[in-house]
């Protein structure tokens, strides 16, 4: 089993700067790829950031050059920097785990989430 608990949601203004933490316990995090998903109200969750075990990074096209995915294996922490927020970006954040060392954008192919953290940007 593994848990996953999100911080780092709050209100910001468009144009400024978050970071998200998902920190894990209960599992080798360091052989889990991880992931970032958000759900907006009324929408359905969407991808945003996923990384492998190594570290390769794949983002959705909305948050490309905007948001950067890392891990700190020694700290069982997976990091969402998102800069230039805006917004559409306004959403709950879930942070999500893999039994497997490869990424995926694809939620059904996650095995733990987190219980998410709000987000909130402004215009």
């Known amino acids: 089993q593994v848990q996953l608990v999100e911080s780092g949601g709050e209100l910001v203004q468009a144009g400024g700067s978050l970071r998200l933490s998902c920190a894990a316990s209960?599992?080798?995090?360091?052989?889990?790829?991880m992931g970032w998903f958000r759900q907006a109200p009324g929408k359905e969750r969407e991808f945003v950031a996923t990384i492998s075990w190594v570290g390769v990074t794949d983002y959705a096209d909305s948050v490309k050059g905007r948001f950067v995915i890392s891990r700190d294996n020694a700290k069982s922490t997976m990091y969402l920097q998102m800069s230039g927020l805006k917004p559409e970006d306004t959403a709950v954040y879930y942070c999500a785990a893999r039994r497997f060392r490869g990424f995926s954008k694809w939620d059904y192919e996650y095995d733990y989430w987190g219980q998410g953290t709000q987000v909130t940007v402004s215009s």
């Open positions: 209960g599992r080798t995090f360091s052989d889990s790829a």
